[in-house]
C-alpha cells in the first residue's frame, strides 16, 4: 500500500473513531446520543422511523451512512449477510432481524471503537444471530463461498483499492449470491479533480467512482446483472446511488481455479493478501492448500 493510501485509511479511521467516542459519550448525557450527522444528505435520518425506533439510540446515532442498504438487499429468512464498514451496526442489527434465527449477519469494520459500539448495541439489542470481525474491505476475513448477501453503506467510495473490495466482495459471496449497496457515484463527466471539490474522503464524496468506473470495476471483479440506480444527490454531480449485481452460478473460466488453488489465502496473489488461518502465514497456508500462486 503507498504512503498516501495508508495516510488517507488513517484519516477515515480517525474520524470514525471519533464519531464512536462521541456517540458512547453522548450515552451518558441526559438526553442519550446526539446522532453524527454530516448533513440531510447522510445518517439516520434516511432510515425509516419504525426501524430507528426497533434498534438501540447508540445504533441510530452512529451511522454516517448515504442510504438503507437493508431496504433494498431483499434479505431473505435464513441467508448470510456482510455488511462492509459496519460501524455502529445499525446495518447489521436490520439485517438480523431480517434473517431471523436460522440466519447471520456479520459486520466488517477496521476501527476498534466503532466495533466496541457495535458489539454493545448488539448486547442491547438482544442480537444472538451477529458477529462483528476486524479487518479491512480490502482483505475480508472470511472463507470463499460462505456469504448469501454483502451490503454496505457509504464506504466502499472511502477505499483507496476498490478493485481489491470488489474482488474481495465476489471471492466471499456463494455462487449466485448478491450485493445490495448504498454508496456514493459520481457523474460521468466530473474530474477526479471535481470530485475533490466537492467534499473529501471522510465526507464520502472524493473517493467515489463514478457510474462507468463502478460498473466496469463490477464487471472486472466477475458481477453480473449489475444496476447503478441513483437515489438523491448529495452535491453537485455526485449521487448517492443504490447499486445491485450477482455474482453468477457458474463461475467464469480461470476463476474457480484461481480460488481453489489459493484457498485458505484472501485477497490472492495481492499486496493485501492474509492467512483465512490467523495461526498459519500465508506462506504456509498456500503450501497447505497447494496452491499454484506462490510468489
Known sequence: MSEQ?????????????????QVTEGGTACCGPQPVEIDENFGSTLYAADERDALPA???????????PTAVADLHEGERVLDLGSGGGIDVLLSARRVGPTGKAYGLDMTEEMLALALTNAK???????EFLKGTIEAIPLPGNTIDVVISNCVIN?????????????????????????DVVADDALSAAQRAERGDYVGCIAGALSFTEYREGLEAAGFTNIEIAPTH??????????????????????????????????????????????TSTVAQAKAASGCGCQD
Not at 447508540?58 to 438503507?68: I, Q
Not at 472511502?158 to 466471499?172: C, G, I, M, N, Q
Open 158 to 182: 472511502l477505499s483507496t483499492d476498490k478493485a481489491s473490495v470488489f474482488a474481495e466482495t465476489y471471492r466471499v459471496l456463494t455462487p449466485g449470491g448478491r450485493i445490495g449497496v448504498s
Open 233 to 278: 444527490s448529495v452535491a453537485d454531480g455526485m449521487h448517492s446511488a443504490i447499486v445491485r449485481a450477482t455474482k453468477p452460478v457458474e463461475t467464469p473460466a480461470g476463476a474457480a481455479e484461481s480460488e481453489a488453488g489459493c484457498c485458505g489465502v484472501s485477497a490472492y496473489c495481492t499486496p493485501a493478501e492474509t492467512s483465512v488461518d490467523p
Open 124 to 130: 442491547k439489542a438482544g442480537a444472538t444471530n451477529v
Open 58 to 68: 447508540e445504533a441510530v446515532a452512529a451511522s454516517l451512512g448515504c442510504g438503507n
Open 5 to 21: 493510501s495508508t495516510d488517507l485509511r488513517e484519516t477515515v479511521r480517525r474520524r470514525y473513531a471519533a464519531a464512536a467516542v
